[in-house]
């Protein structure tokens, strides 16, 4: 305590007024900073799945803060210097993923553990009701970045449980700002700056068991991101009938291993009504 003068030493405080004002967009909207503090700070319990956070006020939030003309713009520009991002956005392949998609492929294969999973868990692909063409090379790229999130799981060795998001949310925030340039590779990536760190934050602060684990994970991700090919570009439907090793190598994703996230997750989750 006694260095908090020292350390506030260079605060010039703004003028007052009668409702927060910042000079960050972010701070400003009263929703996302309900959103933050609520889940960077909660404990997880049976009432609310930490699956559910996302959807819970930080993607709406996102969206009423993005200008869309301007992130059009940047990616405008970003075509203009950058070959393979623009031959991805001509493309735009986006086929329509059903579970019938994913039937037939052999045991152990990227396919066969995807479909495995769905069929688990009653699930239908990502979505899988939004069969589009996109109008614009933003709605495509919002639209692939959801539909290959399973895919990313898979490639990067995290489990189909919570601490195992912790894997695709951090390899796709260092893979995009690795491969486009840092403007637009941060309009493209709050939504996973702000919901991967909930999770170690929440390990470290409420379930030290998992704490290593989960900054384990991170780092594993970071690596994976930083390491590899533009992992959000990849064509994943072209290798779901390789093991999830061989399609590591053909997709140029590096430094990847499957990681067993599930008996943590379970301490994470709480599903009991208290916790201590």
């Not at 951090?170 to 309009?187: D, G, M, Q, W």
Request: with cysteine; net charge negative; hydrophobic share 40%.
């Amino acid at each position: 305590m006694d260095n908090l003068a020292y350390l506030l030493a260079g605060v010039r405080p703004g003028a007052s007024g009668s409702v927060l004002t910042s000079s960050s967009p972010l701070l400003n909207h009263a929703g996302l900073r309900d959103w933050v503090a609520t889940h960077y700070l909660r404990r997880n319990g049976p009432d609310r799945t930490p699956a559910s956070d996302t959807a819970a006020g930080l993607i709406p939030a996102l969206h009423e803060l993005t200008d869309v003309a301007e992130v059009e713009r940047l990616i405008a520009a970003e075509r203009a210097l950058n070959p393979r991002f623009r031959a991805w956005l001509d493309e735009a392949y986006c086929p329509h993923h059903t579970l019938e998609f994913f039937e037939g492929y052999p045991d152990g294969s990227f396919g066969q553990i995807y479909h495995r999973y769905l069929v688990t868990q009653g699930l239908q692909p990502n979505l899988a009701r939004e069969h589009i063409k996109p109008r614009s090379d933003y709605e495509f790229i919002r639209f692939r970045f959801g539909q290959i999130h399973d895919f990313e799981h898979i490639v990067t060795g995290g489990g189909f449980n919570t601490l195992g998001e912790i894997l695709p949310y951090f390899t796709r925030l260092s893979n995009v700002h690795r491969h486009l340039t840092p403007e637009l590779a941060v309009e493209l990536t709050r939504l996973y700056a702000l919901g991967g760190f909930r999770l170690p934050v929440r390990a470290a602060l409420h379930y030290p068991q998992t704490a290593l684990v989960a900054l384990d994970l991170m780092q594993r991700a970071v690596r994976i991101g930083l390491d590899s090919e533009p992992i959000f570009m990849a064509r994943f439907e072209a290798v779901l009938g390789l093991t999830p090793v061989e399609a590591r190598e053909a997709l140029g994703v590096r430094g990847a291993d499957d990681i067993d996230t599930a008996a943590a997750s379970v301490v994470f989750d709480d599903a009991g009504e208290t916790g201590p």
